[in-house]
């Protein structure tokens, strides 16, 4: 599905975060390392059985049967309302609104058939995070890359990276909310090009990208509350592919800042590592971690 990374992709992700991918001491990391590729995966693939496992809801909702859908379009287009039969008492503002949400219900995007093409590739937040050197890295027996997430970000023109957000229901996505926001957005921006700076018009643009971040994230970055011990970020990469297997996404080699060896490395694994960063990466920084000796921590030296 091409052209579809939102302009505001970056704001979807916080930057003061580290970007970093633990592995285990496997033959497809060390191939992985060696070739500068990351390893993305249709969204089945993964262990999490309830990846993506949320409804999308389309077209216009009855204010009868779908009250809380036709409140959450109205409070998209700018009305909040405490009740439906507050909401539905003018039958004039109810055609109104009606007649917006015609206009707006083919603004939304083809959210079911993107989770279908795009790959994905888990990053973490915390290089000292125990579960995650214990869950991914074979128990400080593997290693993390730290990477430049700009530099990352640059080799995909159609993809994006996203905080996971965590939960303990499964979102209700609503692509008339998408697709009234972003013809808000629109409105306001042209308002302020026509009229010139208002701080009305700046909030209610603002809001409205809030609100399509909101649903991104709900579509593409939302798992289970029992996750969240991994602070998970991750690289999506839109594809137009119709099966379910990997690709691997190169990257340059100046992407990769740091890596970190864990201390219960093998001595084999740990030269073969030496070796392929000796050849592919001269210039990146190289740090072992180690159990601290009076805390349940590590010390990164």
Not at 77 to 87: T, V
Not at 128 to 156: P, Q
Request: glycine share 6%.
């Amino acid at each position: 599905m091409k052209g579809t990374r939102p302009a505001y992709w970056k704001a979807l992700i916080d930057v003061r975060q580290e970007l970093l991918k633990f592995n285990a001491p496997t033959e497809y990391a060390f191939q992985n390392l060696e070739n500068g590729v990351i390893f993305c995966q249709h969204y089945s693939a993964y262990n999490d059985p309830f990846e993506f496992w949320s409804n999308i809801h389309e077209g216009i909702p009855n204010a009868a049967r779908e009250p809380e859908r036709f409140l959450a379009a109205l409070a998209a287009w700018g009305f909040e309302f405490s009740s439906i039969e507050q909401a539905t008492s003018d039958a004039g503002f109810v055609q109104e609104a009606l007649g917006y949400f015609d206009e707006c219900k083919d603004n939304g995007l083809p959210f079911q058939s993107m989770r279908e093409e795009v790959r994905i590739s888990c990053f973490a937040s915390d290089r000292d995070n125990l579960l995650m050197w214990s869950h991914y890295a074979d128990g400080l027996r593997g290693f993390c890359l730290a990477f430049d997430e700009g530099k990352i970000m640059d080799t995909v023109s159609e993809g994006y990276l996203a905080q996971v957000a965590y939960t303990r229901t499964p979102p209700a996505i609503d692509n008339l909310v998408y697709g009234i926001s972003k013809d808000q957005e629109w409105y306001h921006e042209m308002a302020i090009e026509e009229q010139g700076q208002n701080p009305d018009y700046q909030d209610a643009a603002d809001e409205a990208v809030r609100k399509m971040q909101s649903v991104w994230q709900e579509v593409f970055a939302t798992k289970p509350v029992e996750w969240s011990y991994e602070r998970e970020r991750r690289l999506l990469v839109q594809t137009s592919r119709r099966d379910t297997a990997p690709i691997s996404h190169p990257y340059p080699r100046e992407a990769v800042k740091e890596i970190i060896l864990g201390e219960r490395m093998t001595d084999d694994n740990r030269s073969r590592i030496l070796g392929i960063l000796m050849q592919h990466y001269p210039a990146v920084t190289v740090k072992t971690a180690r159990r601290a000796n009076a805390s349940y921590g590590l010390v990164f030296d």
